[in-house]
C-alpha cells in the first residue's frame, strides 16, 4: 500500500503522488524531488515544546520519505519580521536583525538536540523582501489587489473565487476577527487581507521598512510564505505543512494570493499537525504555560526522550504532554539502546540454533512500514519496534549469548533501519557523547574499585559504584570485566535519591 497521507484540502486520506511522477504520466517513474514546504518559527522568542511537536512531525515524514526511497527538497521558513518581532526589537532598542538573530540560533540549536534533520533551505523573510515587491506589483496589475488610501497593499477576497476550500470557510460569512488583517490600515473590505503594510514609526525604528512603488512599507505575514515557497520550490508544492492554528487564515490567504498569481494549484497535499497539550492544558505562550526545550533539558530530560514522547500519538492525534510521560519515554528510549547492544555484544556462533530472529525481523519492517503508509502513524510504528524487540529478546533468553551470525545481522539491520526514521536511538548517542577526560576519569575510577574489590574493602567499592552513578555511569560486571555506559539520570529518580 502506498503512503497515504491526511490532505485538509480533500478531507480524505490520499495517497502520496508527487507532481514530478505525473509530468508523463507514469506515476511509477519519479524523476524529480518530493517538493515540501513547512511553516517554521517566529523568531520572537524560543520556540517551545508545541512548536517542537509540529517539527518533529515535519521531521518524521521527511525521514519516512527518504527512507521509502524518494528524493526530497524539504525547505522550512523563518519569521523575522512581524508586528511581535518588531515591537520586541523597538522595546529592547534594537534592531530587527539584532534581536531575531540570537532566537534563530537557539531554535536551530533545539532543532539539532532533538534530532531534527537539518533542511535544504530555510529562507528569512527579511532576504526575499524583493521578490515579495514584485509579487505584490503583479496581484495589482491583474486586479485581485488595490492600494489603499495610506500606502498599503490589501488582496481583494471577492476577486478570488476558490477562497475558503481549504478551511471550508464561507467567504461571504468571513469575518474580520483576529489574524484577519484586523489592524491601523484602512481597506475596501473587512475581509481582505494585507499583502504590504506602509510603514509606521517603530518599523523606521527598527530598520523593518523597505521602498516599493508604493512607499516605504514592509510585507504581510501570509504574503511571506507564498513568495519564499515559490522561491524555492517553484509554482505547485507537493506538500504544504503547518500546525492546525495555520488553516486559517493563514495558509487560506497563501493559495489566494499564489494561485491567483500564478494561475496554478498551489499545494497538492495539505498536512496540520494538532495542539499539543501541557499537563492537560493546552499550551500557548498568550496562556503562559509553555516550556522550551532548553528548560527541560536543563530539568535534567533526555534529547531523544523528549522526542520519543513528541512521536508517541500520530501528528493529527490529541497528545498531552507530561512529565512522567518524559520518565516513561526515557526508559522506551533506553530500552532501544538496551536492545541494540545486546545484538551488537551477542557472540556470533554458527553453529548456534536458530532462533528466527530474520523472520522476526521481516515481520517488523512489514508491520513498521504499515503504519507509517497509514498517515504517518508514529503510534503504531513504535509499538511495532517495540513488539518487535520483546519477541527477539525472548529468542535470544533460549539461547543466552550467542546466536547464529545471520540472524543478529538481520534483527539489528531492522532496528537501526526502523531508527532512520523515528530517529531516537542516534538522538540518544549523539546525547550521551563523552569526551576523552570524562572518559579516563570513569576508567581511573573502575580500577579503583577493582583495587577496592581486591582488598575486600566493599564499602569502598560500592561507593565507587555510586559515585560513577550519580554521573549517569552505570557498571555491568560481566566475565570479561567490568563494563560501563551512560545512562542519565531523570529529575525524580534523582530527587528519590
Not at 505584490?136 to 491583474?142: A, D, T
Not at 528466527?356 to 512489514?366: M, P
Not at 504517518?376 to 539461547?399: I, K, M, Q, T
Not at 531492522?414 to 536511538?425: K, Q, Y
Given at each position: 500500500m502506498p503512503l497515504r497521507l491526511h490532505n485538509t484540502l480533500t478531507r480524505s486520506l490520499d495517497p502520496l503522488v508527487p507532481l514530478e511522477a505525473t509530468r508523463d504520466g507514469d506515476p511509477g517513474s519519479l524523476?524529480?524531488?518530493?517538493?515540501?514546504?513547512?511553516c517554521g518559527p517566529?523568531?520572537?522568542?524560543h520556540a517551545h515544546i508545541g512548536n517542537f511537536r509540529s517539527f518533529v512531525a515535519y521531521d518524521l515524514l521527511h525521514r519516512y520519505l527518504e527512507w521509502s526511497g524518494y528524493p526530497v527538497r524539504f525547505v522550512m521558513n523563518v519569521?523575522?519580521?512581524?508586528?511581535?518581532?518588531?515591537?520586541?526589537?523597538?522595546?529592547?532598542?534594537?534592531?530587527?536583525?539584532?534581536?531575531?538573530?540570537?532566537?534563530?540560533?537557539?531554535?536551530?540549536?533545539?532543532a539539532r538536540t532533538l534530532g531534527i534533520l537539518p533542511a535544504d533551505a530555510n529562507p528569512r523573510a527579511t532576504d526575499y523582501v524583493p521578490q515579495m515587491v514584485r509579487f505584490v506589483e503583479g496581484l495589482v496589475s491583474k486586479g485581485v489587489a488595490y492600494l489603499s488610501d495610506d500606502g498599503s497593499v490589501y488582496f481583494s477576497i471577492?476577486?478570488?473565487?476558490?477562497?475558503?476550500?481549504?478551511?471550508?470557510?464561507?467567504?461571504?460569512?468571513?469575518?474580520?476577527?483576529?489574524?484577519?488583517?484586523v489592524d491601523e490600515y484602512t481597506k475596501e473590505d473587512a475581509r481582505d487581507f494585507v499583502l504590504w503594510k506602509a510603514a509606521k514609526e517603530k518599523d523606521e525604528q527598527a530598520q523593518a521598512a523597505w521602498d516599493s512603488p508604493w512607499g516605504r512599507g514592509r510585507p504581510g505575514w501570509h504574503l511571506e510564505c507564498s513568495v519564499m515557497s515559490l522561491a524555492e520550490l517553484g509554482e505547485t508544492l507537493d506538500i504544504h505543512l503547518g500546525g492546525e492554528d495555520l488553516v486559517?487564515?493563514?495558509?487560506?490567504?497563501?493559495?489566494?494570493?499564489?494561485?491567483?498569481?500564478?494561475?496554478?494549484?498551489?499545494?497538492?497535499?495539505?498536512?496540520?499537525?494538532?495542539?499539543?497539550?501541557?499537563?492537560?492544558?493546552?499550551?500557548?505562550?498568550?496562556?503562559?504555560?509553555?516550556?522550551t526545550v532548553r528548560e527541560l533539558l536543563e530539568r535534567g530530560y533526555e534529547p531523544a526522550a523528549i522526542r520519543h514522547q513528541l512521536l508517541s500519538a500520530q501528528y493529527r492525534r490529541e497528545l498531552?504532554?507530561?512529565?512522567?510521560g518524559l520518565d516513561a519515554s526515557a526508559r522506551a528510549v533506553q530500552r532501544l539502546l538496551d536492545f541494540e547492544a545486546r545484538l551488537t555484544e551477542t557472540v556470533p556462533d554458527t553453529d548456534a540454533v536458530e532462533l528466527g530472529l530474520a523472520?522476526?525481523?521481516?515481520?517488523?519492517?512489514?508491520?513498521?512500514?504499515?503504519?507509517?503508509?497509514?498517515d504517518l502513524n508514529s503510534a503504531d510504528g513504535l509499538a511495532a519496534v517495540f513488539v518487535f524487540l520483546n519477541e527477539v529478546n525472548a529468542a535470544l533468553d533460549r539461547e543466552p549469548g550467542r546466536a547464529r551470525p545471520d540472524e543478529l545481522d538481520a534483527a539489528l539491520a531492522a532496528l537501526r533501519s526502523m531508527d532512520r526514521v523515528l530517529g531516537l536511538i542516534e538522538t540518544a548517542k549523539a546525547a550521551r557523547v563523552v569526551d576523552a577526560d570524562t572518559e579516563a576519569w570513569v576508567e581511573s575510577r573502575i580500577e579503583a574499585r577493582r583495587q577496592a574489590r581486591s582488598d575486600r574493602d566493599f564499602r569502598r567499592a560500592d561507593a565507587i559504584r555510586d559515585e560513577l552513578l550519580a554521573r549517569g555511569?552505570?557498571?555491568?560486571?560481566?566475565?570479561?570485566?567490568?563494563?560501563?555506559?551512560?545512562?542519565?539520570?531523570?529529575?525524580?529518580?534523582?530527587a528519590s535519591t
Amino acid at each position: 500500500m502506498p503512503l497515504r497521507l491526511h490532505n485538509t484540502l480533500t478531507r480524505s486520506l490520499d495517497p502520496l503522488v508527487p507532481l514530478e511522477a505525473t509530468r508523463d504520466g507514469d506515476p511509477g517513474s519519479l524523476t524529480g524531488p518530493v517538493r515540501i514546504y513547512a511553516c517554521g518559527p517566529t523568531i520572537y522568542d524560543h520556540a517551545h515544546i508545541g512548536n517542537f511537536r509540529s517539527f518533529v512531525a515535519y521531521d518524521l515524514l521527511h525521514r519516512y520519505l527518504e527512507w521509502s526511497g524518494y528524493p526530497v527538497r524539504f525547505v522550512m521558513n523563518v519569521t523575522d519580521i512581524d508586528d511581535k518581532t518588531i515591537d520586541a526589537a523597538v522595546r529592547e532598542g534594537v534592531t530587527l536583525r539584532q534581536y531575531t538573530e540570537p532566537f534563530g540560533r537557539a531554535v536551530a540549536a533545539d532543532a539539532r538536540t532533538l534530532g531534527i534533520l537539518p533542511a535544504d533551505a530555510n529562507p528569512r523573510a527579511t532576504d526575499y523582501v524583493p521578490q515579495m515587491v514584485r509579487f505584490v506589483e503583479g496581484l495589482v496589475s491583474k486586479g485581485v489587489a488595490y492600494l489603499s488610501d495610506d500606502g498599503s497593499v490589501y488582496f481583494s477576497i471577492a476577486a478570488f473565487p476558490g477562497y475558503g476550500k481549504l478551511s471550508g470557510m464561507d467567504p461571504g460569512q468571513v469575518m474580520p476577527g483576529a489574524r484577519v488583517a484586523v489592524d491601523e490600515y484602512t481597506k475596501e473590505d473587512a475581509r481582505d487581507f494585507v499583502l504590504w503594510k506602509a510603514a509606521k514609526e517603530k518599523d523606521e525604528q527598527a530598520q523593518a521598512a523597505w521602498d516599493s512603488p508604493w512607499g516605504r512599507g514592509r510585507p504581510g505575514w501570509h504574503l511571506e510564505c507564498s513568495v519564499m515557497s515559490l522561491a524555492e520550490l517553484g509554482e505547485t508544492l507537493d506538500i504544504h505543512l503547518g500546525g492546525e492554528d495555520l488553516v486559517f487564515p493563514h495558509h487560506e490567504d497563501e493559495i489566494a494570493q499564489s494561485e491567483a498569481a500564478t494561475g496554478k494549484p498551489f499545494v497538492r497535499c495539505w498536512l496540520h499537525v494538532k495542539h499539543l497539550l501541557l499537563e492537560g492544558r493546552k499550551m500557548s505562550k498568550s496562556l503562559g504555560n509553555t516550556v522550551t526545550v532548553r528548560e527541560l533539558l536543563e530539568r535534567g530530560y533526555e534529547p531523544a526522550a523528549i522526542r520519543h514522547q513528541l512521536l508517541s500519538a500520530q501528528y493529527r492525534r490529541e497528545l498531552n504532554f507530561t512529565l512522567d510521560g518524559l520518565d516513561a519515554s526515557a526508559r522506551a528510549v533506553q530500552r532501544l539502546l538496551d536492545f541494540e547492544a545486546r545484538l551488537t555484544e551477542t557472540v556470533p556462533d554458527t553453529d548456534a540454533v536458530e532462533l528466527g530472529l530474520a523472520g522476526l525481523a521481516d515481520g517488523a519492517l512489514e508491520a513498521f512500514q504499515a503504519a507509517m503508509d497509514d498517515d504517518l502513524n508514529s503510534a503504531d510504528g513504535l509499538a511495532a519496534v517495540f513488539v518487535f524487540l520483546n519477541e527477539v529478546n525472548a529468542a535470544l533468553d533460549r539461547e543466552p549469548g550467542r546466536a547464529r551470525p545471520d540472524e543478529l545481522d538481520a534483527a539489528l539491520a531492522a532496528l537501526r533501519s526502523m531508527d532512520r526514521v523515528l530517529g531516537l536511538i542516534e538522538t540518544a548517542k549523539a546525547a550521551r557523547v563523552v569526551d576523552a577526560d570524562t572518559e579516563a576519569w570513569v576508567e581511573s575510577r573502575i580500577e579503583a574499585r577493582r583495587q577496592a574489590r581486591s582488598d575486600r574493602d566493599f564499602r569502598r567499592a560500592d561507593a565507587i559504584r555510586d559515585e560513577l552513578l550519580a554521573r549517569g555511569i552505570v557498571l555491568e560486571d560481566t566475565p570479561g570485566g567490568t563494563r560501563w555506559k551512560v545512562v542519565p539520570v531523570t529529575p525524580q529518580e534523582a530527587a528519590s535519591t
